[in-house]
């Protein structure tokens, strides 16, 4: 009887460890995604999550730590931490409901990014450009 009480305490103690851990894990990423940066020009609040979104669509957005809004240096936010800058409407902070949203969405955007690449090297395949060609126009072959 004892052992079999042992092994039910030791399977709920692992259990309990392993959900802690992913909760705690999901915890750490969200606390790095609501990351708060003031831009150094225009002076607005942005979050991380969002400069990742922005660098996934727009190609030119590779700098960390650039605003989204007029693509000028920001830093991290330092100055009071008011109850308004957790909704406010520009950055809203992120929720775990929200999180999987994010993930959805970056999921779509590189998936959508891939079949771009796969449907640009089809046709660059299947019409070839001729390069040796001494008009610039870039005529098919």
């Known amino acids: 009887m004892w052992p079999l009480v042992f092994i039910v305490l030791f399977i ?11 909760s705690y894990k999901k915890q750490i990423e969200l ?5 708060l940066y ?3 020009s225009c002076g607005k609040l942005h979050r991380k999550y969002q400069e990742e979104l922005h660098s996934l669509i727009n190609s030119t957005y590779l ?11 920001a ?11 957790k909704t406010n409407p520009e950055c809203p902070e992120l ?9 959805k969405a970056v999921k779509k955007v590189r ?12 046709l660059h395949y299947y019409y070839p450009v001729n390069k040796n060609s001494s008009d610039r126009d870039g005529k098919l072959l």
């Open 38 to 40: 003031q831009c150094t």
């Open 95 to 103: 929720r775990n409901q929200d999180l999987r949203k994010f993930k």
């Open 63 to 73: 700098t960390p730590s650039t605003c989204p809004r007029c693509h000028q240096a």
């Open 12 to 22: 709920t103690l692992i259990i309990t460890y392993i959900i802690m851990k992913k």
């Open 111 to 122: 998936q959508l990014e891939k079949e771009l690449q796969n449907l640009d090297a089809f």
């Open 75 to 85: 830093n991290l936010y330092i100055g009071e931490y008011f109850d308004w800058i």
């Open 31 to 35: 606390d790095d995604l609501n990351t």
